[in-house]
């Protein structure tokens, strides 16, 4: 299977309903986003007697509620938060204990903009060639599992095979009005493929004005992507 079809067929989605809600999930669950979280198993209502956070004792009057991102029980006080969850492909926003709602509104930012900008694409120049003649367009793939290349001959990235990812904020290159903590001038992958091991290397440097900012801002997304997927593998 190559990779168009690859991605034609983990577009594919179906609608399941689970004790958590109802969920949108890829027909193939291999060829799921790297992004996504697995459905956690629920504590049974047997083994917990009291809240997970408060420690208040469960009752008639104080009722068990179940925090769909991390499954622990709650009393309604301390699940009592519903937010959209992207992550694990809710279609309707659900309940969250108060730990596990600070930590999905924080990821709020990158499912509504970076993720957009990832998707979108931007203009880079590789490996350090300042010509508008080798610009290429780096864009994430819809199922948000391959980097795509437009503009020269280079393989898509799997994001799951990339090994490290370094930027670069270069002075002479970056506006001096420029948010110095924006995402910076250059970038290098260091990624292998699904056939070899062998570890290969990617600089891209972001184009001339107006495609600067662009790209600058297509390099912080990125960098916030693998910190999604790093955090997940490390969990």
């Known amino acids: 299977m190559n990779l168009r079809e690859a991605m034609e067929f983990s577009s594919s989605k179906r609608l399941v309903r689970s004790k958590s809600g109802l969920r949108i999930v890829p027909a193939n669950e291999d060829m799921k986003s790297p992004f996504l979280l697995c459905e956690p198993p629920w504590t049974p209502d047997s083994e917990s007697t009291n809240c997970t956070e408060c420690k208040s004792k469960f009752g008639f009057t104080l009722r068990r509620h179940h925090c769909r991102r991390c499954g622990l029980i709650y009393c309604a006080q301390c699940c009592a938060t519903r937010l959209p969850l992207p992550r694990m492909s809710f279609v309707d926003p659900v309940r969250m204990c108060d730990r596990c709602a600070d930590r999905t509104a924080n990821e709020q930012d990158f499912f509504e903009r970076h993720l957009k900008i990832l998707t979108s694409g931007a203009s880079f120049i590789p490996d350090s060639s300042f010509s508008r003649a080798n610009l290429l367009l780096c864009k994430l793939t819809p199922d948000h599992r391959y980097l795509l290349f437009d503009g020269a001959c280079h393989e898509p990235v799997d994001l ?34 699904a056939e070899s091991e062998q570890e290969k290397h990617l600089k891209l440097t ?30």
């Open 160 to 193: 799951l095979l990339i090994k490290s990812f370094s930027v670069s904020k270069d002075v002479e290159i970056l506006e001096c009005n420029e948010d110095y903590s924006s995402g910076g001038s250059s970038m290098e992958l260091v990624f292998s493929t």
């Open 206 to 235: 972001t184009g001339p004005d107006p495609l600067r900012k662009t790209g600058s801002s297509w390099i912080l997304a990125m960098q916030q992507a693998l910190k999604l997927i790093y955090s997940l593998e490390n969990s």
